[in-house]
């Protein structure tokens, strides 16, 4: 099944891009935002509120960018994404007042979409689909460096200067690194037509046809679960860690998310590459919840923070490899592109409220009860999927 080649000149790419595209419009963020509610003359929990309502719209625009894919071909899409990103930076940089702001955070949330890992894994699913979950694998290990390159970066940029400036920093990345590389794994991609005309490379669902409604049902319910509480812990990871009492060391602390996603990848590329999808999504929905726990337990131990973040970016790094395979080996490489929108749409969608959800619960019943909500998120992807696993008439 894996004896297609791997792409690993556009795995390399890829992996650059999804550095810079993660660090620059997500992991900053949470660094950021707490000059920018006071620019803004908002609360804090209002500034992560329009994070909320702008990932909720870029979860409505999903299902676009999946018929996109499969019609124009991803590398395509990617390369309108970063000129797109570029953009909605700047214009978040100088927009004027609070609603200029707003729509401009939301531009950057569409634009995320089109250069993410959706974007990224149907891209690598159009150039060898056979080999895609290796790929697949390969790209979320290099890109797992996002948050260990960027939180620092974004830190050691604003302590010289404003939020703005550093913005208008990312926007320059975006065009100057991303836009190119994008636009080089652009050629000779067609999307449908070209996977139409290579027929041996057709990937075969592990599902039966009469069932694929309720699985994909299924699937997206888990999917959104998990992505839901990885969401709320990776916004607010840095102020969460320092909420409990971790203080200047909560930054350092949780640098070890990073390597520890790339630690998981690595694990999983070396002896588990076969490991069927519906597995490594169960281990990952277990590790992210084991961790969670672990945290809300040993607070404020800085060797029980220090084993949290590897624990739960371990999940989290499984989590990633999930999003990508599990689609494709339970319904198949037709219409890859399209099925990846949909399930992006829903679980965006769902964890929109995950940034306000979890800054409104941590301000109004504390830290550790807030977590203790996110741990349920786990165990009921973790049913789920054994749910899937029983469909898919796996014990």
Known sequence: MTAERSPIAAVIALG???????????????????????DLSWPVEWLFGALSAALLVGGLTAPWLGNWIDRYGAG?????????AAVALVA???????????????????????????????????IAPRAAQRNITYLTLIAGFASTVFWPITSALHAQMSWQSVY???????????????????FGRRGQGQAASEPHQHVEGSLATAVRPLGFALMVIALSMQNLLSAAVLVHMVPLLSGLGLGATAAVVGTLFGPAQVLSRFINMVVGINLPPLMLAAISAALMTAGVGLLVATAPSIAGAMTFAIIFGMGNGLFSIVTGALPLALFGS?????????????????????????AFAMAKIG???????????????????AAIGRLAGRP
Do not use: E
């Open 334 to 358: 037709d219409g890859y592109g399209r099925l990846q929108g949909r399930a992006m749409s829903a679980r965006l969608i769902v964890s929109a409220v995950a940034p306000f959800a979890l």
């Open 76 to 84: 395509r899409i990617m390369a309108a994404g970063s000129a797109a």
């Open 168 to 186: 208008l920093v990312f926007a320059v990345l975006n065009l100057a690194v991303c836009l190119p590389l994008h636009a080089w794994l652009s």
């Open 16 to 38: 650059i891009t999804q550095i810079i595209g993660y660090g620059t419009l997500y992991y900053s963020f949470s660094i950021l935002a707490a000059d920018m509610a006071k």
């Open 92 to 126: 978040c940089a100088v927009a004027p007042d609070t609603i200029s702001f707003v729509v401009a955070l939301v531009a950057v949330q569409v634009a995320s979409n089109l250069v993410q890992y959706g974007a990224a894994f149907a891209l690598l699913v159009q």
């Open 367 to 385: 830290i550790s009860w807030s977590l203790a909500f996110t741990m349920l998120l786990g165990v009921a992807a973790l049913v789920i999927f």
